[in-house]
């Protein structure tokens, strides 16, 4: 398998009044440009994955031929992941909205077909994209949950929301906190630490259903 040894993408973003642009920040590493909330959105998804290892825009350009001119293609986004097994996998994405992709399929099927049979040939894995695999729970869940990833620990407060969490077995962040504290105000300070904590997976929810205060919740298996 061919790992990936570039650091900077090899095509530079491009500013447009008509869609949005500009950077994300990566909890894996620095920024990535985005040139459509799609991409946007879609680079949060993958950042918030655990699996996900590394994360590069634009990583590499190919050439291919279509109607009769030598073209030139670059995918949005190339990720290394790592496999339950330890085997790192590359993927390469493509996003695209569905309605473009469908209007314009004849234009961009040959540029498809040649970064497939360039992934293939380096043992990784080309993937198209779209509002379907991207606007769902999962992301919308990574969008609020990430402010809290990076805010400082609070030790006496974690600690009290799991042995809580211990003690009650499977609940709801809601039950969690009335259980662990009675004053209101001291529940409602406790909240961004049982954010952190299940950004940090010290505590588990179904990332892939709309998260509330009533969503189950329970402590990974040790």
């Not at 279509?66 to 994405?93: A, C, N």
């Not at 630490?193 to 179904?206: F, G, K, S, T």
Request: glycine share 4%; charged share 25%.
């Amino acid at each position: 398998m061919t790992r990936l040894d570039l650091n900077r993408p090899v095509r530079e973003l491009k500013t447009s009044r008509r869609c949005l642009t500009g950077r994300v920040s990566l909890w894996l590493r620095g920024t990535a440009s985005f040139e459509s909330s799609l991409e946007r959105d879609w680079l949060i998804a993958l950042d918030f994955d655990p699996s996900i290892q590394l994360i590069r825009e634009q990583p590499f350009s190919i050439h291919y031929e279509f109607e009769g001119k030598t073209r030139r293609y670059t995918p949005d986004v190339l990720t290394e992941s790592m496999s339950p097994h330890g085997q790192i996998m590359t993927t390469v994405y493509e996003v695209k909205p569905l309605e473009e992709l469908r209007s314009e399929w004849k234009r961009y099927k040959p540029r498809f077909r040649a970064a497939v049979r360039h992934c293939r040939s380096r043992g990784w894995r080309f993937k198209i994209v779209t509002e379907r695999e991207i606007r769902t729970p999962f992301v919308y869940n990574a969008k609020f949950l990430r402010r809290y990833r990076g805010i400082k620990a609070q030790p006496l407060i974690a600690q009290q929301l799991l042995y809580t969490l211990k003690a009650l077995g499977e609940t709801t962040p809601q039950a969690l906190l009335a259980a662990a504290y009675l004053p209101m105000e001291n529940q409602m300070a406790a909240i961004p630490e049982l954010w952190r904590l299940v950004c940090a997976r010290q505590i588990m929810v179904l990332l892939y259903e709309p998260l509330t205060m009533k969503s189950p919740i329970w402590q990974p298996e040790s």
